[in-house]
């Protein structure tokens, strides 16, 4: 019998992994010792092993669209009509894409790809126009609430689950590239737009931007700036198609504790200043960029919308 437990066991967790001893009422510290480490028993909760754990779980409710929600209390986002979500956003009656909506005119049969699609809320709108979407996410739970959103509204979209920067944009033509929201989440902003302008004449973007002079930003965020949340004095260079992209990195912070975090791939990203953002789509070829909803004071950082097109 091994006579030292591991510095890391924790007796209620150990319980929580193996009910059969909690059932018993033994003490668990004294079972892994006696027991548990022959048996290969865990004592600490894995993460792929306790989400397939999860997964094997059956229901007992009465079948509802409501219950499929239900899987994922306290991580929703989006707010929707007919089912309880608890989310807050109301990305279905969105201003910024109806906006979109009025200047590109009718988008029936419209290819559209769609960047982070967070929880389909935005896709339910695009279809409902007559557009075909194929919309890729890359955080597994906001995927996986996609999916319930899909069978709910019964759409025809495609959700691929993966990092979209290395979706195969080869040969690949969209009428649309539809990117609300994502934009200020990659590390690697640049090459993202550069990736993208290479499959479509239009694109779509909402996001936040960076503006040099503070003293124009919302007051809310007064103490994360204080608290380091964007690097000041470290303006990162990026040089692109002749124009040189101003970025300032940007940390996520406590908001990477929460379960429905659906921000970037990495705990940091790079926010691009407004008027380079704007050049370099003109140099990939955008002549025409509509811009609005631009907002300095906006309570998580400086943003607008744009519709970039190329013309003939």
Known sequence: MVSELPADF???TYLKLNPDVAEAGVDPAEHYLEYGVKEGRYYLIDP??????YLSRFSTDEPSDQAAVDIFEGMWSTRF??????????????????WLLEQLGDVAGFNILELGPLE???TVSLEAAGARV???EAN??????????KNYFNLEAKFLYGDFTKFNVEEQRFDLVFACGVLYHMKNPVEMLEKFAACSDRLFIWTHYFEPDLSKWSPLLSNELDRGKWKLDNVINRLSNGVTVRMVHQSYLESLGWDGFCGGTEDYSYWIFKE?????????????IKIA???VQHQNGPSLALLAERTS
Request: proline fraction near 2%; include cysteine; charge should be negative.
């Open 81 to 98: 009509k007919e089912i309880e979500s608890g989310g807050t956003f109301d990305a279905m009656i969105d201003a910024r894409v109806t």
């Open 10 to 12: 924790d007796p209620e």
């Open 276 to 288: 380079d953002l704007l050049a370099l789509l003109e140099s990939l070829g955008y002549r025409s």
């Open 120 to 122: 389909g809320g935005h």
């Open 293 to 295: 909803f631009d907002n």
């Open 48 to 53: 792929a092993h306790d989400f397939r754990h």
């Open 134 to 136: 194929l919309a890729i």
């Open 140 to 149: 597994m739970g906001a995927f996986l609430r996609c999916l319930v959103i």
